[in-house]
Each structure stands twice: as structure tokens, then as C-alpha cells.
């Protein structure tokens, strides 16, 4: 009877960035790190802070993971669901609101540095690499608005 109740629980809410630049061909670029456990391609994120409002600390976040400072966007982009596997094995339901992230400077030292691996990928090599569908939509919905010259 416990699974049905933990199938109706209110998935766990985290805050992530998506970090771009422009590349020097004039091309966006996105930054993708690896989780710490499975080494999938994933965005900085990480649960919200007390005392932080949630794009604050998804911008803390990727300071943290990926060395980065930048202008982080007050609203979000969008959500996706994932599984996240806990330290006792078990799997949870996550919610990501992601933040845009337009990466100023990526700093050769930062907290995670020696744990996670950082790459950077053209819009559709990012959303081919991450596993989940719902981040893949963000990035290529994202990469399109993006795109459009300014008015």
C-alpha cells in the first residue's frame, strides 16, 4: 500500500540554469555537466535555498557544479520531471524549474570541479545528450526563441 501513496506524492521541486553563449562562429552555445552518480549529461540544479529566491539559487548552483557567473533570467523557461536516485537507492519524483543563464565567465576553480565533467554543446548536440525528454523540449524550444533577432 505504501507505493500507491508515495505515487501520489507531490513530486520534490529543485531549480536548475540553462547556461549559453555565444560561440565565436556566432553560433549559441549550451553548457552541460555530468551528474555525480550516473555521469548522464544533465544542468546545473540542486534543491532551493533558504533565503534565496529560486532563480538566485539556481544561479548558486552553477557557480557551484560548473565554475560559472552570468546574468541568470528571473523567469523560467520551463519544467521537466525526473528521477532522481536518492543515496539509499531509492527513486524520487523531481521537478526542475529551469532559469536561462547567459554565462559571462566560467572560473578554472569552483567547489565541484574535481567531481563532474563540463562540455560545451550546440543546442542540438545538448538536447541529444540529456536523457530526459522534458529538458531535451526546453533546450530546443529555448535555442529557437533564441535565435530570433532582436526587434
Known amino acids: 500500500m505504501t ?6 506524492a507531490e513530486p520534490r521541486r529543485q531549480v536548475g540554469v540553462l547556461p549559453f553563449q555565444l560561440g565565436r562562429d556566432g553560433e549559441h552555445r549550451i553548457l552541460l555537466v555530468t551528474s555525480r552518480e550516473s555521469r548522464r549529461w544533465v544542468i546545473p540544479k540542486g534543491w532551493p535555498m533558504k533565503g534565496r529566491k529560486p532563480f538566485e ?4 548552483e552553477a ?6 557567473r552570468g ?3 528571473k523567469r523560467p523557461l520551463g519544467y521537466y520531471f525526473y528521477q532522481k536516485r536518492l543515496k539509499n537507492l531509492d527513486a524520487v519524483l523531481c521537478q526542475v524549474k529551469v532559469f536561462p543563464l547567459k554565462v559571462r565567465k566560467q572560473l578554472k576553480t569552483f567547489p565541484e570541479m574535481n567531481q563532474r565533467e563540463l ?5 542540438a ?22 535565435n530570433v533577432p532582436d526587434a
Open 3 to 8: 507505493s500507491a501513496v508515495e505515487d501520489e
Open 57 to 60: 539559487a539556481a544561479a548558486r
Open 63 to 68: 557557480y557551484e557544479e560548473a565554475g560559472l
Open 71 to 73: 546574468d541568470v533570467g
Open 119 to 123: 562540455r560545451w554543446f550546440t543546442p
Open 125 to 146: 548536440e545538448a538536447a541529444e545528450a540529456v536523457s530526459e525528454p522534458g529538458l531535451a523540449a526546453i533546450i530546443r524550444a529555448t535555442c529557437q526563441q533564441v
